[in-house]
């Protein structure tokens, strides 16, 4: 690590990222919060077009992107390129592919889709050496690696093998049960098998582990045989704490308005933020803006974001012109400005994986801190905290009327009562659901690895 040190007692971590940390908020709270508490910090992400490759965060807070070679198709080496490519033909992939194609695989392509998804994982495990590495190579003295996501964690492992020998430890980050969890899911039963095994023998060997909720750290105690983690709620910094009631903001309105018109200055915002990908309801919502009782509303469906299913809905958009709108993503510390001018959230996430049951995602603490309700999918772990705090409404996301049922009931409150409900959405968020809150735990775990030799690498 190039930056400030360490202040006397902390530590020098590095934090693996397995994107290019352009949306990646949990990790930069983590980062900035633990640089607050002294420790030195040095993400080490993946680098992207028109992305630096080095960047200050901070005090004590360094980005460093490298270069790894990301294609699925590396998994496939050193078989000759002609063999590779008839292999990543015949699995619906092109030669110089990095992801996976976006949407569901359909007809005789979802006999395709686990070989894709086999070949993904294949070239993912081969890359970690690389990946090692030049984590180790950003981050030379590090003492601890925290990583997020699962792919990461062997990484991490690796990395501070590198840098500080048997003395390294690593911290697993669960914020989700990725092998529960989108395509995973979806793997053979023996695949997944494997997976985890190796999960649960990385995770043992961990110093420290947290979770996204107190529910997903009760089943990885239960599933890999450690100690209940650490629970670290994905909540946004605490907005606007000196304006305890609602925070009054026309940034999504006026950029409805430049797209709708005039007409789209006066009528119900119902937003959904964040990435654009199956399996969150999506698809559901945009079903719903058709249903008589979301259309009585005069309702605008607003997509703010980014991700694989963003073409689809600039297309569905189109033949909706008066009811729905796509927004590109904001900036981070923009997004709450943007989504306080919602009339109701739709987080939905319905619950189709074990992963998708026990989580909470971002946006469900955004909205709340931004002073908007919320629809969520019902039998989750967002639906039990929405009817514990008295803040939205639970559906059945999977079906686009009871979707349109939900918003509708919320958005035909009267005037009192909506105004009721926000202020208790903004009330629970500042006195529960804040960083400042949940970071607690965050602290005390690396303060004790500050102190404590033990857990180390095995």
């Known amino acids: 690590m190039t930056g400030p040190g360490p202040v006397p007692g902390r530590l020098r971590v590095a934090i693996v990222a397995a994107n290019t ?73 092109a030669p110089d592919a990095e992801a996976l194609p976006a949407g569901r695989a359909r007809g005789a392509d979802r006999l395709r889709a686990p070989l894709r998804r086999g070949l993904e994982i294949v070239a993912t495990v081969r890359r970690g050496r690389e990946w090692s590495a030049a984590v180790a190579a950003a981050a030379p003295d590090a003492q601890v690696v925290h990583a997020k996501a699962l792919i990461a964690l062997p990484v991490a492992r690796d990395a501070v093998r590198r840098t500080a020998g048997r003395d390294g430890r690593f911290v697993y980050d669960v914020a ?9 899911a979806k793997l053979p039963r023996v695949f997944r098998a494997l997976i985890r095994r190796r999960e649960r023998r990385l995770v043992r060997q961990a110093a420290g582990v947290l979770a996204a909720t107190p529910s997903m750290a009760r089943e990885i105690a239960r599933r890999f045989g450690v100690p209940e983690p650490v629970v670290l709620l994905n909540c946004p910094p605490a907005w606007h704490p000196e304006t305890p009631g ?5 940034r999504l309105r006026l950029a409805v308005e430049s797209v709708l018109g005039p007409a789209g200055s006066t009528r119900p915002l119902v937003l959904y933020q964040g990435a654009f990908r199956v399996d969150q309801g999506i698809e559901e919502l945009v079903a719903a803006l058709d249903d008589p009782a979301l259309i009585e509303t005069g309702a605008v469906g607003v997509f703010l974001g980014f991700g694989h299913l963003e073409s689809w809905l600039v297309g569905e958009a189109a033949g909706r012109r008066d009811r729905m709108v796509v927004l590109p993503a904001v900036r981070e510390p923009e997004l709450l400005e943007w989504t306080a001018g919602a009339d109701v959230s739709f987080v939905g996430a319905p619950p189709r994986t074990l992963n998708q049951r ?27 905290l929405t009817r514990a705090e008295g803040v939205g409404r ?47 735990g965050l602290l005390a775990l690396y303060r004790r690895l500050s102190t404590d030799g033990t857990g180390t690498v095995g």
């Open 21 to 93: 940390f352009e949306h990646e908020s949990r990790l930069l709270k983590t980062a900035s919060t633990l640089a607050d508490d002294g420790h030195a910090v040095t993400v080490v992400a993946f680098a992207g077009p028109g992305l630096p490759a080095a960047a200050a965060l901070g005090d004590r807070v360094e980005l460093h992107r490298v270069t790894l070679d990301r294609r699925i198709g590396s998994g496939l080496e050193p078989l000759p390129s002609g063999l590779r490519s008839a292999i990543l033909r015949a699995t619906g992939l």
């Open 394 to 440: 639970c559906c059945d996301v999977d079906s686009p009327h009871a979707i349109a049922l939900a918003v509708n009931e919320l958005l035909t409150l009267p005037a009192a009562e909506r105004d009721a409900l926000r202020l208790r959405c903004r009330t629970v968020a500042l006195e529960r659901y804040s960083w400042e809150t949940a970071r607690e």
């Open 358 to 384: 026990l989580t909470l995602p971002n946006k469900l603490f955004q909205s709340l801190m931004a002073g908007v309700p919320i629809v969520v999918g019902e039998g989750t772990e967002h639906c039990r």
């Open 176 to 184: 989700d049960l990725h092998t529960e969890s989108a395509r995973l």
């Open 246 to 250: 609602p925070v009054s903001s026309d």
